[in-house]
């Protein structure tokens, strides 16, 4: 604990890492997903409260239900794709929490309480979608994280008699450079910081 990670490391998560929107033909298994499960399960939210929903979509007719649900620029890259991870958000989360977080009666801090429901569940599982791709990284996979599709569709397909929303999409595979585009600016320290 409190070692810094290694150059290499860094570089892996974030320097080197791209959004990625081509794949090579190598197989993203089941083992590998459940590895990275393991990760990301393990990284915090308020009150333990672990919103997200994953459905990794990986069948050629879970893919062909998909694409019904894609913008038009995001259907190949999805497609060709090993993996897509819907990541979705459990909007009835609060009724896990005497499991998740028993030293307190923390369900009750929710019920009725639409607006902080919504918050709760879109902040905390989108907290875990950004631990959800550094864990695929750290495991060498690349992540093609978007928006881009019709969430009502998705809802509706994939996520049908249940209280999970989409939240986004994250396709996994071993990325290639082809379709990929130079990386973007970023803000200066100045530009987005202040140390007060």
């Not at 197989?27 to 939210?45: A, C, R, W, Y």
């Not at 009750?108 to 950004?130: C, D, H, M, P, Y």
Request: net charge negative.
């Amino acid at each position: 604990m409190g070692t810094p990670l290694s150059q290499e490391a860094l570089d892996t998560l974030f320097h080197n890492a791209r959004t990625y929107n081509a794949w090579d033909d190598r197989e993203v298994s089941d083992e590998l997903i459940h590895k990275l499960d393991e990760l990301v399960k393990m990284g915090p939210t308020s009150a333990n409260c672990c919103p997200m929903r994953v459905v990794y979509v990986k069948s050629d007719e879970a893919k062909a239900q998909l694409q019904d649900c894609l913008m038009e620029g995001n259907i190949e890259k999805t497609m060709t794709a090993p993996v897509c991870a819907i990541i979705g958000m459990d909007m009835e989360f609060y009724e896990k929490l005497p499991q998740l977080f028993p030293h307190t009666d923390a369900r009750s801090w929710f019920v009725g309480k639409e607006k902080f429901i919504e918050s709760t569940a879109f902040r905390n599982s989108s907290l875990q979608g950004g631990y959800f791709i550094m864990a695929a990284r750290a495991l060498g996979l690349d992540c093609g994280p978007m928006s881009g599709f019709s969430p009502k569709k998705i809802n509706e397909t994939f996520f049908a008699g249940t209280a999970t929303k989409v939240n986004f999409l994250c396709n996994l595979g071993y990325g290639t450079e082809k379709d990929l585009f130079p990386r973007s600016p970023r803000f200066s320290f100045d530009e987005a910081n202040k140390i007060v």
